[in-house]
Structure formats: C-alpha cells, structure tokens
C-alpha cells in the first residue's frame, strides 16, 4: 500500500465535560503486550531469515520456532479480536483493522485522515489491515514449508516455490513496516500518540480533535457533557443531575440496565432538556429490551435536539428497533 499521511484534522471547538479525564485510553495493557510482542517476533524472524542466508548455524531453528510463535499469536490476536466485538457489541466502524464505508474512498484517494475520524484514522487501518495480510500470507506459507507432507505438497519445485513466495512475503511486510508503518506510526506522529504506544494513554484534546472518537466516549459514558441550561440556570439542582446521570452510567457499566434507566428518569424528571441523559435512557432501554420505550426517547431526543452531534447515532439505533419490529 502507498504511504497515507494521518494528518491532523481541523480541530473543532471544544466541549466542556463534566467531571473530564485528563487522559482517555487508546490502546489497552493488552493490545500493547501483543504490540511488542510481535514487533519482537519481527526482529527475531527477520535477523534468523538474514542469518540463515548467510549460512550461519542453528538460525534456521530459531526461525521456525520464532515463526511458530508468530503463527500462535496471530490466530491470538484474531481470536481476541472477534471476542471484543462481540462482547461490546462494536460496530464495524470502531475496529482497528477494518477501513469501513467512505474510509475506504479515503484511502484510495491517498487521504490519511478524515474531518470525522474516529479513535483509529483510515491511514491507521490500512496500514494496520496491510500488516495483518501481509502477515497472514507469511504465516500460510511458512505452515506449508514447516509441515509440506501433511498439508500434501507435491514436490521438490513446488516447494521451492513456496519457500520463494514466503520470502517474498516476509520482505513485502519488512518493506511496509520500514517504510510506512515506522515514519507514520512514530517517527512522523505527534508526540502525545507516540507516547500511546509506550503507555497507552493520549490526553483528552487529542480525542477531541477526533469528532467519531468524541461521539463513541459519549456514547460509553466516558465524558458527559454539560449543557447549556445546567452552564446557565443553577437552580436546576444541577449536582443532584449530574449524579443521577453517572449513577446511571455506572448501572449501565455494570449491566444493570433497569437500574439505570430508573436513574437517567431521575435526571430527566430534574431536567427534561438534557439530551445526554436522555440519549443514555434510550440505550440502556434498548439494552434492557423495551424497545417500544427506547423509540419513544430517541424520537424525543431527536426532535427536541436535531443539532445533537448524536442525532444520526439515534436515526440509526432508531431504524434498527423499527427494523426489529416489523
């Protein structure tokens, strides 16, 4: 794939939260252990391939055995990254390695970023989606050297030609670490992401230079933003509205979604305006499986706030629940 550029996008205007983190999350203690992992697998894989074209002793070995822990660790890395999205229910759109809808015009047309880009840009998944082909390709052909007669490989020249393929392979996926992974990923990235990838925090304005990525902390709870009645009317008990509201963000963390729509009813009753804790009403009603109740909310939510930056999530939670029941 051709080098793609993750530029900053235009920086919108900043929201005010309560309560806000100083630093949100984007990578996990998890997917930070496989990052190094496998960049020490790459090293081991590529320095043993280097050595046992030169002829030196045992690194043939060390190749196959770092090999079969690169093959592990793939099918890992695949196996956790279905489970995820399963149990978070994550669209699409929200996977690391999957460039989705008008992410991937962006790419073809060599735009590395979007004015809309969620916490992975389309630069990012491709070039992370071009990784995990290109190591998939290594990894079939070196089971298929490994273990020729099980997997019924003809003959000497067809073998020959795997063992070619699979060093084609191995050097394609070098190529695109050195050069697009390395300069993009860190030599070429703003300090706070480089520092995501030893700690795997960034601080709350880089997110917020990111609209997609705003939109899906809201959605989780994670920053809530305070509206204009609550900035402009204290006499709207505004404490005792915040804390229905993350009482109910944290019943919804929890699962317990009857709980938390008791709460967010609290917060709506104090203010009926604020279209946070109604958005969180109608999700957790979802989850909680009254869809008849989510509708109603979410058709309120869109008409009493259309300028909401969750309005088109609602249009589509709300054509999912009409789709459910017809």
């Known amino acids: 794939m051709g080098a793609l550029t993750a530029g900053e996008p235009p920086r919108g205007p900043i929201m005010t939260w309560m309560l806000s983190p100083e630093t949100v999350r984007r990578f996990s203690p998890h997917q930070l252990f496989q990052h190094w992992i496998a960049g020490a697998l790459w090293v081991v894989l590529a320095g043993s391939a280097l050595a046992s074209g030169s002829g030196v002793g045992g690194s043939r ?67 992370y989606l071009a990784i995990l082909a290109w190591s998939f390709l290594v990894a079939a052909s070196g089971i298929l050297l490994r273990w020729p007669s099980f997997f019924g490989v003809p003959g000497a020249s067809t073998y020959g030609w795997i063992r070619t393929a699979h060093a084609g392979f191995g050097a394609a996926l070098t190529v695109h670490l050195l050069a697009i992974h390395l300069p993009q990923r860190w030599w070429n990235a703003p300090p706070d992401f480089r520092r995501a990838i030893l700690k795997g925090n960034v601080p709350l304005r880089q997110a917020e230079n990111r609209g997609g990525w705003v939109r899906d902390l809201v959605a989780r709870g994670v920053l809530v933003p305070i509206p204009e009645e609550m900035e402009s009317a204290e006499d709207r008990e505004s404490v005792e509205v915040r804390e229905f509201l993350e009482r109910g963000n944290r019943f919804a963390r929890e699962g317990k979604y009857g709980e938390a729509c008791v709460s967010y009813g609290e917060a709506l009753r104090l203010l009926p305006d604020y279209s946070q804790a109604r958005f969180n009403l109608a999700v957790a009603l979802l989850r909680d499986g009254r869809n008849e109740e989510a509708r109603e909310q979410l058709t309120i939510f869109i008409e009493k706030d259309p300028f909401n930056p969750m309005v088109e999530k609602a249009r589509e939670m709300l054509a999912g629940t009409e789709k459910g029941s017809s």
């Not at 690169?70 to 390695?97: C, K, Q, S, T």
């Not at 999957?98 to 809309?116: F, I, K, N, Q, T």
């Open 61 to 127: 070995p060390l190749h196959a055995a770092a090999g079969i822990a690169g093959l592990f660790l793939l099918g890992y890395h695949a196996i956790v990254l279905a489970v995820i999205g399963v149990r978070f229910d994550l669209p699409a759109e929200n996977m690391a390695f999957l460039p989705w809808g008008r992410e991937w015009s962006a790419l073809r047309r060599r735009r590395g970023s979007l004015a809309d880009d969620g916490k992975y840009s389309p630069a990012e998944k491709g070039d």
